[in-house]
């Protein structure tokens, strides 16, 4: 079977956690070790969040001259290059010999005029208090919004709208790679009317640009994992009830919080509608288990409405 699985920036590096590099080399470790039994059995392909890591940098960027700072598309490059190192590394490290894996910075092209560019939504860096917040919005120009309790940065994330690398992709599979890609939604690139590409200052959610790998590599199952256990109604109320089985339709009946699970929530329905084949959203350490169809939220075209877990 052919599989992508998508990272979420916050299972490689919890919230609240120092963004150091032995943290996130121990996060990417309990990463390798639950996917290695799945690159064992599958064909796979693997793309990651990078919003805690592209926000540090980001910040340490500011941290100079204004003519020294690095634009956000070198940034993405930056984090998906050193994540996907980690990655790389602790999988050849839990995996024989005989499998073999590669790491691609992968540019994918956007919209020049998608809205996105005018409604920054998109987390990144470090999360604050609303006072630190509101004192770096005035300091660097940054827009800021919730994340839960506490606050964020937001930067545009276009909608990826074609993978250049893709055929690469392709090849390194149909070899038995397991690849590495489209980290941090890949890096947000437009044509420009010579035809030429340059890097645009955006994050590309990896939802999406996952859930367009995902389709184009024609995959037969899509899974985002996370920090959750899986896609719950009325989060963070008392009523929270977690999904076991949903279909699109009644997935998008429902409100989800935006720049968090709503990009995922939409991400899966629209790769369910568009291929017919099951996408999942849960907890990292539960992948095996969600293939299985024994965990997380599974979204499929056939579902009746919503299966829901016992309370």
């Not at 996917?35 to 693997?46: D, N, Q, S």
């Not at 699109?248 to 509608?273: I, N, Y």
């Not at 084949?277 to 024994?294: F, P, S, T």
């Amino acid at each position: 079977m052919r599989i992508v699985i998508a990272l979420g920036g916050n299972a490689l590096l919890r919230r609240d956690e120092s963004p150091s590099a032995d943290n996130q080399r121990r996060n990417v470790r309990r990463a390798a070790a639950a996917l290695a039994p799945i690159a064992r059995a599958h064909e796979l392909v693997i793309s990651h969040g990078n919003g805690p890591q592209v926000g540090l940098l980001a910040l340490q960027s500011a941290a100079g001259r204004p003519e020294q700072a690095y634009p956000l598309d070198i940034l993405d490059a930056e984090t998906e290059g050193m994540i996907g190192y980690l990655i790389e590394q602790e999988l050849n490290n839990l995996l024989p010999p005989t499998y073999r894996c590669a790491v691609l910075l992968t540019q994918i092209e956007v919209d020049a005029d998608d809205p996105a560019f005018c409604h920054p939504s998109k987390p990144i860096g470090s999360l604050y208090d609303e006072v630190q917040a509101r004192q770096l919005a005035r300091e660097r120009g940054w827009a800021i919004a919730r994340d839960g309790e506490r606050y964020r940065r937001v930067v545009a994330s276009p909608r990826p709208r074609r993978i250049f690398e893709l055929a690469v992709i392709e090849l390194l599979v149909s070899q038995g790679v397991i690849v590495i890609c489209a980290g941090g939604g890949g890096v947000p690139v437009v044509r420009r009317a010579d035809g030429s590409l340059v890097g645009v200052e955006a994050v590309i959610d990896k939802d999406f640009a996952s859930a367009l790998l995902a389709r184009e590599l024609r995959a037969e199952a899509f899974l985002m994992l996370t920090d959750v256990d899986a896609v719950y109604s009325d989060w963070p109320t008392a009523g929270a009830r977690a999904m076991r089985r949903v279909s699109p339709g009644s997935l998008r009946d429902l409100d989800f919080a935006p720049g968090s699970m709503a990009p995922k929530v939409e991400a899966a329905c629209e790769f369910v509608d568009q291929t017919g084949v099951m996408a999942a959203i849960g907890r990292l350490e539960d992948a095996q288990a969600i293939l299985r169809g024994e965990a997380g939220t599974v979204v499929t075209a056939d579902a009746a409405g919503i299966e829901w877990y016992a309370r």
